[in-house]
């Protein structure tokens, strides 16, 4: 077709040469019309291909939005299970309940996150289905009968003038738990006397220690492991029988090695009706000269009731001294020689005089904002629980008062709270337990003024370690709560 058209216009030049120049000219714009329409048509086809793309990739991200989820505890994006795929959480919505007290909804744990009612028993009637069609409260209080409530108040009452504050970090802890009775304490050595064992007393374990001045220490690798701040607690029971003499004592000593006793702190918890408790204090100044500084017997008396546990704490920061009989300050000493470390000694005559537990030794105390700003979470110790068990005890509103007190002052502040224990036991046990007690954490924070939507509660059992499981030292830095910032 083309070589005829060709030879046509040579036919037509050789012929008529003005009409063929016409012809060309004419064929020449059709032509070039036809080219730039083809241009034309294909430039307005890729366009609309493109804009094609650009909205099937809107309908697809759409799409896809509308059927994945966001997990409001670690913030992975993408689920589209029921459960997060990174840390198990329920997905909004599911599992959620409204407490039947105070009508708060969105609840997603064991306790009303406004109140700290327990969820009802049996299945939660989800929300929209039966729920209360009432908004909550705007003052929603806690019922006057919870207990966590009431143990909140009487620990609120009982340490309202304690200063004492723990130690941030433990570096020896002995909860006398899991060891065979009748062998001498694993944690501990022998340094003087013969009358020291594990014992049952009350339905758990404790150290006895007996005998006119039988020693132990806690078996450290280093010889000075005291630090310039440090905090020791533990808890004694003296029980009463008919051989209790006045002169049964227990002595905390604080020593050097240039020195051998800095600090010789004598309790007398005479529990005996007619009997007096006293607390004797002889120590050692920086300028080298002995002291005495004796407690308030009487006060003792009331703070101590028979045949029960007593809890002794005490601080040391660098040169001041202070010494505590549950939650009460006995001893307040400024000037006194720095101790490296420390011994329990038993002066008694009755062979079952001494029993102690819960022996901890803590650094000194840093301000909660600085470890806040430096390491971006708070890692607490002074959290503890009833073995086993979801129960706060008593000493660990202490704590939680300082962390409320911190959110309450900076009301940006929110945190994700982890409960975390060592691997004793299983995964299924120490998940759920976990769980409720950084639940509980929850509870306790809220009744103290915080809000609960500043707040989440995270079980982690053993699965994320902060030391070693094999030694005693490293379980009790794995037993913590973390304050998470958000």
């Known amino acids: 077709m083309k070589r005829f058209i060709i030879a ?27 080219v730039e329409r083809k241009v034309e048509n294909k430039v307005n086809q890729e366009v609309d291909n493109a804009v094609d793309r650009q909205l099937n990739k809107v309908f697809d ?29 329920a997905k909004p919505g599911d599992g959620k309940w409204v407490c039947p007290n105070c009508g708060k909804k969105d609840n997603d744990g064991k306790f009303c996150a406004d109140c700290g009612t327990k969820k009802p028993e049996g299945e939660a009637k989800p929300q929209g289905q039966g729920a ?39 570096f020896f802890e002995d909860p006398v738990q899991n060891e065979k009775l009748g062998e001498f304490p694993l944690n501990w050595d022998l340094v003087s006397g013969e009358e020291c064992e594990i014992a049952n007393i009350g339905g758990g374990q404790a ?13 450290m690798k280093e010889a000075d492991y005291l630090p310039e701040e440090f905090t020791i607690e533990f808890e004694v029971l003296a029980p009463s029988t008919e051989a209790d003499s006045n002169n049964d004592h227990l002595d905390i000593v604080l020593y050097s090695e240039d020195t051998e006793k800095i600090v010789e702190l004598t309790l007398n918890p005479a529990y005996s009706t007619g009997r007096h408790a006293d607390i004797v204090c002889n120590y050692i100044s920086p300028k080298g000269d002995s002291r005495v500084s004796t407690a308030d017997g009487a006060l003792l008396k009331n ?6 546990w007593v809890k002794v704490q005490m601080s040391f920061n660098k040169r001041a001294f202070k010494y505590y009989v549950n939650g009460n300050r006995m001893i307040n000493l400024p000037n006194v020689m720095r101790p490296t470390r420390m011994l329990l000694q038993s002066a008694a005559v009755n062979e079952d005089r001494f029993f102690i537990r819960n022996i901890r030794i803590c650094k000194g105390a840093v301000p909660l904002y600085d470890r806040l700003i430096s390491d971006g979470k708070i890692v607490s110790y002074n959290i503890t629980f009833e073995t086993g068990k979801a129960d706060l005890k008593e000493e660990s509103i202490i704590e939680l008062q300082r962390i409320a007190s911190l959110m309450l002052q900076y009301p940006d502040l929110e945190f994700e709270v982890q409960g975390h224990t060592d691997n004793t036991g299983s995964d299924k046990v120490n998940d759920p337990l976990s769980q409720e007690r950084a639940e509980t954490i929850v509870a306790a924070l809220v009744e103290l003024g915080v809000e609960p939507a500043r707040l989440t509660a995270v079980g ?27």
């Open 303 to 308: 703070l101590i009731k028979e045949n029960s």
């Open 61 to 89: 991200k759409k799409e896809k939005n509308d059927s994945t989820w966001t997990c409001p505890k670690c913030k992975k994006k993408g689920n589209t299970g029921k459960f997060c795929a990174n840390c198990g959480t």
């Open 8 to 34: 046509l216009a040579a036919f037509s030049l050789v012929c008529a040469p003005v009409h063929a120049q016409n012809f060309l000219k004419k064929l020449g714009d059709r032509t070039k019309d036809a």
């Open 460 to 486: 982690k059992g053993s699965r994320e370690p902060a030391a070693s499981n094999n030694s005693a030292d490293g379980r009790a830095k794995n037993r913590r709560v973390e304050f998470i910032k958000k």
């Open 207 to 219: 150290i006895k220690l007996s005998g006119w001045y039988s020693q132990i220490a806690p078996n």
């Open 132 to 170: 209360p069609k009432e908004e909550p409260k705007a003052a929603a209080q806690p019922k006057a009968d919870s207990p966590l409530t009431a143990q909140i108040k009487e620990a609120k009452a009982k340490y309202a003038k304690c200063d004492f504050v723990p130690g941030d970090e433990v």
